[in-house]
């Protein structure tokens, strides 16, 4: 039997678990939401007519809906045909975002502007608090310094 290096295996979880989020972003986001992979383990979600607070819900029901999937353990269990599996509660699954709309920018035709400002939004989200959602408008007076 042929042996799997250690970096192949982390490539199959972490591209099965980029496909398990996918699924759970589809259930939760609405049917007219654009939902696109963006880069590795990144999605962009478009929402039209949505501001600020309705984007944080989705970030709410998404939070809500992994903990009811139980981070897919099970479904990872039932994947490797093993009946206990222990992963400590730091190493679940997570997710950050990053929320811009086109409210927040200049010429609000712009999606260009509202991408970049999303994922500037992200990478506040990831460097600060990994799990967390951030709201370029809360921030960009202090990341356009």
Known sequence: MPRIPKTALINVFTIWQIGCFAKLLKNTCRQV???SRFGGDEFV???TDTNETESCRVYERLKEALAKEEYFIPQLRNLLGVNTLEIPSNRYLGFSMGICTNYDI???SDLNAVLKNA???LYHS???CKGTCTIWSDIKDKVQK
């Open 106 to 108: 200049e010429d609000a």
């Open 45 to 47: 979600v478009v929402m």
């Open 126 to 128: 990831k460097v600060t």
């Open 119 to 121: 994922d500037k939004a």
């Open 33 to 35: 939401d654009f939902i």
